[in-house]
């Protein structure tokens, strides 16, 4: 009877423990869930509503409950940090040539006390709601690295300068491993910066310099620096290229007359009025850029449906979304894309939408989490370049490589926990998974858009 009980118990807690392992292995498992809000306004916006902004602004939208994709705080818990193993890294040997119409948005803003003497930011404050009654309700002040940091997630790459070679060298491997072509560099002119870091521009034949090593191209992304006209932007596009554009990193896009021309993203191209830009733009302009030696493709945000025709008005040579949040604005929702790529054959101009793998900003604006898009393990990204492929575009661009504030990165995450907080990542996939996705979606796109480049005339190399 004594062995009939020992051999019943050790069945009994070998079932038990089989349930327990069974039921953590399908909490691993279990996919984020998501929900999407309904936009109901631009307050965000620069000119629209005046508000401190961080270089990318975005407003309210109604309540979107994110689940498992939201920072905990106040947790009682000794801090965690994860590395991944090496043998998520793909040999770059046995990947697929780059696509130089995939583009990504890059920033070269970060720094950290080894390279830059204190931190830059990662240490990003928490921006005030313009309604001061909400302001009240939410925390002040500035982060505190290096477990304190302006994002809600860790980069694999831990607190980095901007400014350290090997920190650009693995960004270009990463982009590279990702089949990206080509990285639209945040640029603002020597001296001038954004409100929240330090210049750069010294920064650029270094990235270059690393870009031509993994046989990336880069283009910029020019920033609204203060008191951009059109008297200015003649000087600094003269000054992009004249300083850079002899580079052999140095993108030029391929245009239908075979005319190979510098691409210029302008950030918040619609603050300034489409008379200035007809100065610059237009061949009758009396700040003319074109047929010069410094002529170049022109690419406006579009945000609203009537910024269409200000953009025709002011002689810009195409349209980008820029905005992860889809139906954020109109120019950010796929329901769209379509109905724009069509406006732009009309007028002949590129269309770039805009396409990226989800959205938090809540650890820089704690009042915006309706805007927050689950990433839901990649299929949010995945419906985005869905949406993009099917409006047959000149030029797909992704938003970000690693503009962390607002949760946009597909750079490396891993898991993290402080006492304080616990980050978000990529699990259950490995911090590669975004880059790994791209590179599936970069060689979709290049066989597709080799099919009717022909009908469009489009430059296939």
Same mark, same amino acid.
């Given at each position: 009877?004594?062995?009939?009980?020992?051999r019943?118990?050790?069945?009994?807690?070998?079932?038990?423990?089989?349930?327990?392992?069974?039921?953590m292995?399908?909490k691993m498992?279990?996919?984020?869930?998501?929900?999407?809000g309904?936009?109901f306004?631009?307050?965000?916006l620069?000119?629209?509503?005046?508000?401190?902004?961080?270089g990318?602004?975005?407003?309210?939208?109604?309540?979107?409950?994110?689940?498992?994709e939201?920072?905990?705080? $106040?947790?009682?818990?000794?801090?965690i940090?994860?590395?991944?193993?090496?043998?998520?890294?793909?040999? %770059?040997? @046995?990947?697929?040539?780059?696509?130089?119409?995939l583009?990504?948005?890059?920033?070269?803003?970060?720094?950290n !006390?080894?390279?830059?003497?204190?931190?830059?930011?990662?240490?990003?404050?928490?921006?005030k709601h313009?309604?001061?009654?909400?302001?009240?309700?939410?925390?002040?002040?500035k982060?505190?690295?290096?477990?304190?940091?302006?994002?809600?997630?860790y980069p694999?790459?831990?607190?980095?300068?901007?400014?350290?070679?090997?920190?650009? @060298? /693995?960004h270009?491997k990463q982009?590279?491993?990702?089949?990206?072509?080509v990285?639209?560099?945040?640029?603002?002119?020597?001296?001038?910066?954004?409100e929240?870091?330090?210049?750069t521009?010294?920064?650029?034949?270094?990235?270059?310099d690393?870009?031509?090593?993994?046989?990336?191209?880069?283009?910029?992304h020019?920033? !609204?620096?203060? $008191?951009?006209?059109?008297?200015?932007?003649?000087? $600094?596009v003269?000054? *992009? +290229?004249?300083?850079?554009? $002899?580079h052999?990193?140095?993108?030029?896009?391929?245009?239908?007359?075979?005319n190979?021309?510098?691409?210029?993203?302008?950030?918040?191209?619609?603050?300034t009025? !489409?008379?200035?830009?007809?100065?610059?733009?237009t061949?009758?302009?009396?700040?003319?850029i074109?047929?010069?030696?410094?002529?170049?493709?022109? +690419?406006?945000?579009?945000?609203?449906?009537?910024?269409?025709?200000? *953009?025709l008005?002011?002689?810009?040579?195409?349209?980008?979304?820029?905005?992860?949040?889809?139906?954020?604005t109109?120019?950010?929702?796929?329901?769209?894309?379509?109905?724009?790529?069509?406006?732009?054959?009309?007028?002949?101009?590129?269309?770039?939408?805009?396409?990226?793998?989800?959205?938090?900003?809540?650890s820089?604006? !704690?009042?915006?989490?309706?805007?927050?898009?689950?990433?839901?393990?990649?299929?949010?990204? @995945?419906t985005?370049?869905g949406?993009a %492929?099917?409006?047959?575009?000149?030029?797909i661009s992704?938003?970000?490589?690693?503009?962390?504030h @607002?949760?946009?990165?597909?750079?490396?995450?891993?898991?993290?926990? /402080?006492?304080? /907080?616990?980050?978000?990542?990529?699990?259950?996939?490995?911090?590669?998974?975004? %880059?790994?996705?791209?590179?599936?979606w970069?060689?979709?796109y290049?066989?597709?858009?080799? /099919?009717?480049?022909?009908?469009?005339?489009?430059?296939?190399?």
């Open positions: 009877m004594a062995k009939f009980r020992r019943t118990c050790i069945i009994l807690s070998l079932f038990i423990l089989f349930i327990f392992s069974l039921m292995g399908l498992l279990r996919p984020n869930k998501a929900t999407f309904d936009p306004g631009l307050e965000l620069p000119v629209l509503h005046q508000q401190t902004r961080l990318k602004n975005f407003d309210s939208q109604n309540n979107d409950k994110i689940n498992s939201t920072n905990n705080k $106040n947790l009682k818990s000794v801090e940090t994860m590395k991944p193993s090496k043998a998520s890294e793909p040999y %770059l040997e @046995e990947l697929q040539p780059l696509n130089y119409y583009h990504v948005f890059y920033y070269s803003w970060y720094g !006390p080894q390279f830059d003497g204190k931190y830059i930011h990662w240490n990003h404050p928490i921006l313009w309604d001061p009654r909400l302001t009240k309700n939410y925390p002040q002040g982060h505190s690295p290096p477990d304190d940091i302006g994002s809600s997630f694999e790459l831990g607190i980095y300068s901007s400014r350290d070679p090997s920190v650009i @060298e /693995t270009m982009m590279y491993s990702a089949s990206i072509g990285l639209a560099l945040s640029w603002y002119p020597p001296g001038t910066n954004d929240n870091g330090e210049n521009d010294d920064l650029v034949p270094t990235i270059l690393k870009a031509h090593k993994y046989n990336l191209k880069v283009t910029f020019i920033e !609204p620096y203060s $008191n951009r006209d059109d008297q200015n932007m003649y000087k $600094n003269k000054y *992009i +290229i004249d300083k850079y554009g $002899n052999p990193a140095f993108y030029r896009y391929k245009t239908k007359t075979g190979a021309l510098p691409m210029f993203y302008i950030y918040d191209s619609y603050i009025k !489409p008379e200035k830009w007809a100065n610059l733009l061949t009758t302009g009396s700040q003319s074109r047929n010069s030696p410094y002529d170049a493709l022109f +690419i406006a945000l579009l945000v609203e449906s009537k910024h269409r025709y200000d *953009i008005q002011g002689g810009f040579d195409g349209i980008y979304t820029y905005f992860a949040t889809n139906g954020f109109y120019g950010s929702s796929y329901e769209n894309w379509v109905r724009l790529k069509f406006f732009c054959d009309q007028f002949n101009l590129l269309f770039i939408p805009s396409v990226g793998p989800g959205y938090i900003d809540t820089i604006r !704690p009042w915006n989490a309706q805007n927050t898009r689950n990433r839901i393990s990649g299929k949010y990204y @995945e985005a370049l949406a %492929l099917h409006a047959h575009p000149s030029v992704i938003t970000s490589f690693n503009e962390w @607002e949760g946009t990165q597909i750079e490396k995450a891993i898991p993290k926990r /402080t006492s304080n /907080t616990v980050y978000l990542d990529y699990r259950p996939h490995k911090p590669s998974l975004y %880059l790994e996705l791209t590179r599936k970069s060689e979709k290049g066989k597709e858009r080799a /099919t009717y480049a022909l009908d469009q005339k489009l430059p296939v190399s």
